[in-house]
């Protein structure tokens, strides 16, 4: 009888397939948790209720997260990774140091914007993903503010760090707005306060 023998494709394979599917479901478990909590709040919500939402036995859930605050810390790390790649790839796209500066910051407003209500924020914002975060963003600004001074488009009087905390800080506040249109003035405000002194 002869024995077939695996090649190095098969395994590849077979943790290609197995990686993909443990994908899949953190991502069905991420999704389904953040739908829950925000139908029926942060407290309500139940390890039991989001392995059965999500079509998964409890001990499989268990097996990726240790409870419902994990589960959302989780999430919100992807959402912030997701946010900074958005952001990077506007700070990087082709036109003037002032005009991406500009698309960088309506969308870090817009993003402030559709925060989720205040307990979720609460328990979010708190972990050391948030702070390497805003270190990423405000590294990202000084960057463009330095390039946009350089090019004459703003301000040289203020340095690009204080800058760039200026526009983070003040572009903050969007989470508080309830139209886009003021959302869209309070960005205006602030690319004001970058001009050139006369």
Not at 12 to 30: P, S
């Amino acid at each position: 009888m002869t024995r077939m023998a695996y090649t190095s494709t098969v395994p590849k394979l077979w943790t290609e397939t197995l990686e993909t599917h443990r994908r899949e479901v953190g991502d069905a478990i991420l999704d389904t948790t953040v739908a829950l909590v925000a139908k029926r709040g942060l407290r309500a919500v139940t390890m039991s209720e989001i392995a059965e939402e999500t079509g998964i036995g409890r001990a499989t859930l268990y097996k990726y997260y240790r409870d419902v605050e994990a589960i959302l810390f989780a999430w919100h790390e992807r959402q912030i990774a997701a946010h900074l790649e958005q952001l990077g790839h506007l700070a990087h796209q082709g036109g003037s140091a002032g005009k991406r500066l500009a698309a960088v910051l309506e969308a870090f407003a817009g993003i402030q914007r559709h925060q989720h209500d205040k307990d979720f924020a609460a328990l979010l914002h708190h972990g050391n993903h948030v702070a390497h975060a805003e270190q990423h963003l405000k590294g990202l600004l000084r960057g463009l503010l330095s390039e946009a001074a350089a090019a004459g488009e703003i301000r040289k009087d203020v340095p690009a760090d204080e800058l760039a905390t200026y526009c983070l800080h003040a572009l903050t506040g969007a989470g508080r707005l309830t139209s886009k249109d003021a959302v869209q003035r309070l960005v205006k405000v602030t690319l004001a306060g970058l001009r050139p002194s006369r």
